[in-house]
């Protein structure tokens, strides 16, 4: 059975920074494209940043430069890098591959930022 699992959430106020974390259980990511999503309050889950297989790198419009994705594919785990984190962040942060695989979505990670 393959469960993602994230961590590093948390408190910060604008301006800060996170390092989010995703550990893949039960599978490999080589070769596995792998991205961050992200569920603001009240609004559906979004793209935040891809990585492929060949560590390519693509975010959304949104990151404006903020945010870098990487991936260890000896330790299955994809993190997300966050600075500059502003109020608008605030949300919980999900890794899957991409496209999403609906029975890879763990429970998340909450950032909250505060202004």
């Known amino acids: 059975q393959v469960q993602l699992v994230e961590s590093g959430g948390g408190l910060v106020p604008a301006g800060g920074s996170l390092r989010l974390s995703c550990k893949v259980q039960?599978?490999?990511?080589?070769?596995?494209?792998m991205a961050w999503y992200r569920q603001r309050p009240g609004a559906e889950r979004e793209w935040v940043a891809r990585?492929?297989?060949?560590?390519?790198?693509y975010y959304a419009d949104f990151v404006e430069g903020r945010f870098t994705i990487s991936r260890d594919n000896a330790k299955d785990t994809v993190d997300l890098q966050m600075t500059s984190l502003k109020d608008n962040d605030s949300a919980v942060y999900y890794c899957?591959?991409?496209?999403?695989?609906?029975?890879?979505w763990g429970q998340g990670t909450q950032v909250s930022v505060s202004s």
């Open positions: 039960g599978a490999s990511i080589s070769g596995i494209h």
């Open positions: 990585i492929s297989s060949g560590r390519n790198t």
């Open positions: 899957n591959k991409l496209p999403p695989r609906k029975s890879y």
